[in-house]
């Protein structure tokens, strides 16, 4: 068995599941809604409070499968309870974030500023230079910090750039002089 796709899903109360045909699952929280189509291979039971994924056989990708589809359907159940957020450092002299409105400006160095649109379901914070970016879809929360961090991946030798808050950065020891 697969030690994640076995484990089963603990619902919190104000959540509410619902698995229609070809395994189409709806999460309903305090946060939101979210909608994905898991692959129908799966069987999905929903007894008392408890999500429970089982799979047909023991195929390589069935058992792959298993413990793809439970990790899906937990981060949908964690992100309509408290959400996701990523937080992304900004580091360099005259680097700078701001927000405004739905948009966020990055001066990063270009001769030009920067300017991001929140995607929908997606909020951003500058807190100095600091941009946390929230969502209820670990997915999409991921891929636009990831597009954040893009405008300005951190460099090497001074660590300038975007770089995620937990991230470390592997220094280089720049050129020496000839003496």
């Known amino acids: 068995m697969s030690r994640i796709g076995k484990m089963p899903i603990a619902v919190p109360a104000g959540v509410t599941v619902e698995v229609a045909e070809n395994n189409v699952v709806t999460v309903k929280g305090p946060k939101g809604t979210l909608t994905r189509a898991l692959p129908r291979e799966m069987t ?13 056989n023991d195929l390589k990708r069935e058992k792959s499968l298993h413990g793809l589809t439970r990790s899906l359907l937990n981060n949908m159940v964690v992100g309509v309870t408290n959400g996701f957020e990523k937080k992304l450092e900004v580091n360099g002299v005259g680097y700078r974030a701001a927000k405004s409105g739905s948009k966020l400006t990055l001066n990063l160095g270009y001769s030009h500023p920067v300017e991001m649109d929140d995607p929908e379901g997606i909020t951003t914070e500058v807190q100095g230079n600091v941009i946390i970016v929230k969502g209820i879809d670990k997915e999409a929360v991921g891929q636009h910090a990831a597009d954040i961090r893009d405008k300005r991946r951190p460099e090497p030798y001074k660590g300038k750039g975007i770089k995620y808050a937990d991230e470390h950065i592997r220094r280089k020891v720049g050129k020496t002089g000839k003496k």
């Open 44 to 56: 999905i039971s929903l007894e008392d409070g408890k999500i429970e994924i089982q799979r047909p």
